[in-house]
């Protein structure tokens, strides 16, 4: 590890597991736990709290297994308490080696949770440490609520910081449990903490109850933290932890400071988690989201056009990600040229304009326009038919409660008919089961669906139309490897999910 660099503590496993409704498997702990070490390269993993569960220690065991083949098991740490034994012998059987010691940071804390002295407390402390260092374990110390200790009682954080950092401990770890502070007192804070422990590793653990999570972060690193804890999407209690993705960006771009972090893996991550934590991010979260590399305006997408001139330093491309340009009712014949060039069509310009002027009528509509629409608005205004080649005829689709999904599909491909059945766990699983058949018989590689999203109007009725969004992997068929997403619209949601999905047949076999 450089030591010259700013370290990365990833608390998605431990910490990010106390969002409301979250809870990862074994092994969607394993897979989060490889990618982050392995191609993110964050220096290090808290994967679990000590003592939570026997199916925890399983969790804990498997994953150490891993790490000692990949000679990785010093960077996997698990959260444990002051109980003296319980904590380090339930690390010692899961096979981990290190503990993050949560003690009271606050005198609040201390007296009306442990109703102990500080005297008291401190002398457990010790004597957990000195029982871990004997088993072999080493010792990290988290100072629970810290924040709050430092605002209301900094006599008590004086007293309990000066005497643990001359434990034999390997970093003090200083947490805004409850996100109260803001930049300035993270500074405060963080200058008074050097002065009281100027020689043991102080790391900074941030939340987000005020939305100022990441710029805690920076004055903490301003103020000569040497590490910093952070949590994939945000993932964390309440209002969740400081986002890796955002905190990350910030570090390199604003301080310049470097981290071990790979920029280009972040997205992986980011979509990983989405799927194994079954927290959808918002479309407009910093870095990660949908559409945060999106321009809308038509007077963006031309300022683009002619210099990259509405660029931020915030490239798409750091992240594995490409810029993109929004059609709807503020698009600008800009708009429309650079999607035309991502698909790479080239129309006249009078067949362009008509396609300006209808994807700006849809988004008076409030309809969805994707770039692999435009195909399709393009063969109708110009007459063409491009559904030709692969039509669904009809489907059947009997689904519903104590039902086993069933469906019967009728296409027409090269002017051939096809028919097909097909069971499945719903009603669109049991269309796909048919839909794959006819595919097999005709040699056509579906691309892999990657994520399904329905929009009805708000406050609409039982009859309202409903869009089917699915975004489908890239295609080796027509060498397309980006991901892409199209469109279907019916009043019913398997109907518009099927004209989504005729639409993705007929773009990859165009």
């Given at each position: 590890?450089?030591?010259?660099?700013?370290?990365i503590?990833?608390?998605?496993?431990?910490d990010?597991?106390?969002?409301?409704?979250?809870?990862f498997?074994?092994?969607?702990?394993?897979?989060?736990?490889?990618?982050l070490l392995?191609?993110?390269?964050?220096?290090?993993?808290?994967?679990?709290?000590?003592r939570?569960?026997?199916?925890e220690k399983e969790?804990v065991?498997?994953?150490?297994?891993w790490?000692?083949?990949?000679?990785l098991?010093?960077?996997?740490?698990i959260?444990?308490?002051?109980?003296?034994t319980a904590?380090?012998d339930?690390i010692?059987?899961?096979?981990?080696h290190?503990?993050?010691l949560?003690?009271?940071g606050?005198?609040k804390?201390?007296?009306?949770?442990?109703?102990?002295t500080?005297?008291?407390?401190?002398?457990e402390?010790k004597?957990?440490?000195?029982?871990?260092?004997?088993?072999?374990i080493?010792?990290?110390?988290?100072m629970e609520?810290?924040?709050n200790?430092?605002?209301?009682?900094?006599?008590?954080?004086?007293k309990?910081a000066?005497?643990?950092?001359?434990?034999p401990i390997?970093?003090l770890?200083?947490?805004d449990t409850?996100?109260?502070?803001?930049?300035?007192?993270?500074s405060?804070?963080?200058?008074?903490?050097k002065?009281?422990?100027?020689?043991?590793?102080?790391e900074?653990?941030g939340?987000?109850?005020?939305?100022?999570?990441?710029?805690?972060?920076?004055?903490?690193?301003?103020?000569?933290v040497s590490?910093?804890?952070?949590?994939v999407?945000?993932l964390?209690?309440?209002?969740?932890?400081?986002?890796?993705?955002a905190v990350?960006t910030a570090v390199?771009?604003?301080l310049?400071?470097?981290?071990?972090?790979?920029e280009?893996?972040?997205?992986?991550l980011?979509r990983?988690?989405?799927v194994f934590?079954?927290?959808?991010i918002?479309?407009?979260?910093p870095i990660?989201?949908?559409?945060?590399?999106?321009q809308?305006?038509g007077?963006?997408?031309?300022?683009?056009?002619k210099?990259n001139?509405?660029a931020?330093?915030?490239l798409?491309?750091r992240f594995?990600?490409?810029?993109?340009?929004?059609?709807g009712?503020l698009a600008?014949k800009?708009?429309?040229?650079e999607?035309?060039?991502?698909?790479?069509l080239?129309?006249s310009?009078?067949?362009?304009?008509?396609i300006?002027d209808?994807?700006?009528?849809?988004?008076?509509q409030g309809?969805?326009?994707?770039?692999?629409?435009?195909?399709?608005?393009?063969?109708n205004?110009?007459?063409e038919?491009?559904?030709?080649?692969?039509q669904?005829?009809?489907?059947?689709v009997?689904?519903?409660?104590?039902?086993s999904?069933s469906a019967?599909?009728?296409?027409?491909?090269?002017?051939k008919?096809?028919s097909?059945?097909?069971?499945?766990?719903?009603?669109y699983d049991?269309?796909?089961?048919?839909l794959?058949?006819?595919?097999?018989?005709n040699n056509?590689?579906?691309?892999?669906?990657?994520?399904y999203?329905?929009?009805i109007p708000?406050?609409?009725?039982?009859?309202?139309?409903v869009?089917t969004?699915?975004?489908w992997?890239?295609s080796?068929?027509?060498?397309?490897?980006?991901?892409f997403?199209?469109?279907?619209l019916?009043?019913?949601?398997?109907?518009?999910?099927?004209?989504?999905?005729e639409?993705?047949l007929n773009?990859?076999l165009k």
């Amino acid at each position: 590890m450089n030591e010259t660099k700013l370290e990365i503590l990833d608390v998605t496993l431990r910490d990010g597991e106390q969002t409301q409704g979250v809870v990862f498997s074994t092994q969607e702990k394993l897979n989060i736990a490889k990618f982050l070490l392995l191609n993110v390269k964050v220096d290090r993993v808290e994967v679990a709290s000590a003592r939570v569960s026997r199916g925890e220690k399983e969790t804990v065991k498997t994953i150490m297994k891993w790490a000692e083949k990949e000679n990785l098991s010093d960077r996997i740490e698990i959260l444990g308490f002051v109980d003296k034994t319980a904590s380090v012998d339930w690390i010692v059987e899961s096979g981990a080696h290190t503990l993050n010691l949560l003690t009271k940071g606050s005198e609040k804390h201390l007296v009306h949770q442990l109703k102990k002295t500080p005297e008291e407390h401190l002398n457990e402390i010790k004597a957990t440490i000195d029982y871990a260092l004997s088993k072999g374990i080493q010792v990290n110390v988290y100072m629970e609520d810290w924040s709050n200790g430092f605002l209301n009682s900094p006599d008590y954080v004086a007293k309990m910081a000066m005497a643990i950092s001359n434990f034999p401990i390997q970093r003090l770890f200083l947490p805004d449990t409850l996100g109260v502070l803001s930049p300035d007192e993270t500074s405060k804070a963080m200058h008074f903490m050097k002065t009281i422990a100027p020689s043991i590793r102080i790391e900074f653990h941030g939340h987000n109850d005020y939305d100022l999570s990441v710029a805690n972060c920076l004055a903490a690193v301003n103020s000569g933290v040497s590490g910093l804890h952070v949590s994939v999407n945000g993932l964390g209690e309440r209002a969740g932890n400081s986002p890796l993705e955002a905190v990350i960006t910030a570090v390199h771009d604003k301080l310049g400071i470097r981290t071990n972090v790979v920029e280009s893996e972040i997205t992986a991550l980011s979509r990983l988690v989405e799927v194994f934590s079954g927290k959808r991010i918002s479309d407009n979260r910093p870095i990660v989201g949908q559409d945060v590399f999106t321009q809308t305006a038509g007077v963006h997408a031309d300022g683009d056009k002619k210099g990259n001139l509405y660029a931020n330093p915030i490239l798409p491309e750091r992240f594995g990600r490409k810029r993109s340009y929004a059609l709807g009712k503020l698009a600008g014949k800009a708009s429309i040229s650079e999607n035309l060039k991502q698909l790479g069509l080239v129309i006249s310009a009078d067949l362009e304009k008509k396609i300006l002027d209808k994807v700006i009528e849809m988004g008076d509509q409030g309809r969805i326009v994707s770039t692999e629409d435009l195909p399709f608005l393009i063969a109708n205004l110009s007459g063409e038919d491009i559904n030709h080649n692969f039509q669904i005829q009809n489907c059947e689709v009997i689904s519903g409660k104590g039902i086993s999904p069933s469906a019967k599909l009728k296409v027409i491909y090269k002017s051939k008919e096809y028919s097909a059945e097909g069971k499945g766990d719903g009603g669109y699983d049991a269309f796909m089961d048919a839909l794959r058949k006819i595919a097999s018989a005709n040699n056509i590689s579906l691309p892999e669906l990657l994520d399904y999203q329905v929009r009805i109007p708000p406050g609409g009725k039982t009859s309202a139309l409903v869009e089917t969004i699915i975004t489908w992997s890239g295609s080796a068929q027509n060498n397309q490897t980006d991901s892409f997403r199209t469109i279907g619209l019916d009043s019913d949601q398997i109907s518009a999910a099927i004209l989504a999905t005729e639409k993705m047949l007929n773009l990859i076999l165009k």
